[in-house]
């Protein structure tokens, strides 16, 4: 749980302690949006397909498993035998026509081949201009999850104002606000790194 240091002082009036339990639990609220958004951000540049195999780019994937709609890498084994290439091995052969489909059907981009035993995606190299628009979107992935962020510090900022002023003094909320924006610094940052491994990873390969 995320808590003020000062809410661990020991010793502290009831109504500051009541007043520390108000703030560690709106400040974890704030703390948990924050932290979906850049899970989502690292999902979605996972996602994106550089010219290394990121067996990521199957994650959103489903294939009917017998009527019942099955991640990929519940029905085989997923693995990168080389940079360029991601292997799925069907536990069962009767899944490679349906892997294939799902594949065919998905935006990955890659055309799937089997051996009739494993299927195998073969990255192309990337060209220059499409690295340089793969970066444009991760770029712009990376702005709009940092202002997914701050939206949630006005949210939360404009929470704090409402809070009842008979149980939190205007001290806590200016408090809260100044927490809540070391929260929204840290995310950005965090967000911010995400952007520049991304982009690292689509220039180097």
């Known amino acids: ?45 996972a ?8 067996p990521h780019v199957l994650d959103k994937l489903k294939v009917d498993y ?13 693995s990168v035998p080389e940079p360029r290439i991601i292997q799925i091995a069907p536990w069962e052969k009767s899944m490679i026509k349906e892997v294939e489909k799902a ?16 299927i195998r995606l073969v990255y192309p190299d990337l060209t220059e201009e499409r690295r340089k628009e793969l970066s444009k979107e991760v770029k712009k992935k990376g702005e709009d999850a940092k202002v997914a962020i701050r939206n949630i510090r006005r949210d939360g900022n404009d929470a704090f104002k409402k ?14 606000e100044a ?19 991304k982009s690292k990873e689509l220039m180097t390969v």
Do not use: C, W
Request: glycine share 6%; hydrophobic share 35%.
């Open 66 to 78: 017998y009527g019942t709609p099955t991640p990929i890498q519940q029905v085989g084994n997923v």
């Open 1 to 45: 749980m995320l808590q003020t240091a000062k809410s661990q002082e020991p010793g502290l009036p009831y109504k500051d302690r009541v007043e520390r339990g108000i703030m560690d639990e709106r400040l974890k609220i704030y703390n948990e949006k924050m932290q979906k958004t850049i899970e989502h951000l690292e999902a979605e540049l």
């Open 163 to 176: 809070l009842p002023k008979d149980e939190v003094s205007e001290d806590v909320v200016k408090e809260l």
């Open 47 to 54: 996602s994106i397909r550089a010219g290394r195999a990121n």
């Open 103 to 118: 594949i065919m059907m998905s935006d990955i981009g890659i055309t799937p081949t089997n051996d009739g035993q494993v």
């Open 179 to 197: 927490e809540l924006q070391k929260l929204t610094d840290k995310f950005v940052k965090d967000a911010d790194l995400a952007v520049e491994e």
